[in-house]
T-cell receptor, first 111, second 114 residues
Framework: KQEVTQIPAALSVPEGENLVLNCSFT??????LQWFRQDPGKGLTSLLL?????REQTSGRLNASLDKSSGRSTLYIAASQPGDSATYLC??????????FGTGTRLQVFP | KAGVTQTPRYLIKTRGQQVTLSCSPI?????VSWYQQTPGQGLQFLFE???????NKGNFPGRFSGRQFSNSRSEMNVSTLELGDSALYLC?????????????FGSGTRLTVV
């Protein structure tokens, strides 16, 4: 069964810290891995998409890596800010036209 | 360019009623997927449409149905509503689906069943 797990479930840090969010998937035959951000009561905002042939993607202070052999993806947030407070979701796509989501990491960055 | 548009944003329905939700994808995108998000189950896949054909369906009862029109707009219908159907329903748009283009989500429709 294809499953996606995220740890930690919640994280509270002071502003300025560098953060690492983890995502694990059970099936290494992954097509893509996408990271999203969700603010309370809102939809999903795409942060980074890593295709299976890629090892990492970067956007501003965000960097995401993909290691298919170990079944892991990592989202690195540099110099965190209060505006980064949200739930972060990773989603794996296989050859099934659908995304399998992790349960998310709820991040709070306090001033 | 315009994003994914979902209407309405909020709905309150009574048990036993039916409801139709709408999703307009990004212009040029032919794949539309639907997801249900609840606190207990997280995000779960409902179905995916590509060029008016359902390509994949999640593990939901037959009360949940959908369709896609020739302009790629999609609707989702839930009949005989139950309290457990209260959720945030999210629509995702993709150029092709499965081909590495990623998915763009709308703001969702918050459905409350009373």
């Amino acid at each position: 069964k294809q499953e996606v797990t995220q740890i930690p479930a919640a994280l509270s840090v002071p502003e300025g810290e560098n953060l690492v969010l983890n995502c694990s998937f059970t099936d290494s035959a992954i097509y893509n891995l996408q990271w999203f951000r969700q603010d309370p009561g809102k939809g999903l905002t795409s942060l980074l998409l890593i295709q299976s042939s890629q090892r990492e993607q970067t956007s501003g202070r965000l960097n995401a890596s993909l290691d298919k052999s170990s079944g892991r993806s990592t989202l690195y947030i540099a110099a965190s800010q209060p505006g980064d407070s949200a739930t972060y979701l990773c989603a794996a796509e296989y050859n099934t036209d659908k995304l399998i989501f992790g349960t998310g990491t709820r991040l709070q960055v306090f001033p | 360019k315009a994003g994914v548009t979902q209407t309405p944003r909020y709905l309150i329905k009574t048990r036993g009623q039916q409801v139709t939700l709408s999703c307009s994808p990004i212009s040029g995108h032919r794949s539309v997927s639907w997801y249900q998000q609840t606190p207990g189950q997280g995000l779960q896949f409902l179905f995916e449409y590509f060029s008016e054909t359902q390509r994949n369906k999640g593990n939901f009862p037959g009360r949940f149905s959908g369709r896609q029109f020739s302009n790629s707009r999609s609707e989702m219908n839930v009949s005989t509503l139950e309290l457990g159907d209260s959720a945030l329903y999210l629509c995702a748009s993709s150029l092709e689906g499965r081909a590495g283009y990623g998915y763009t989500f709308g703001s969702g429709t918050r459905l409350t069943v009373v």
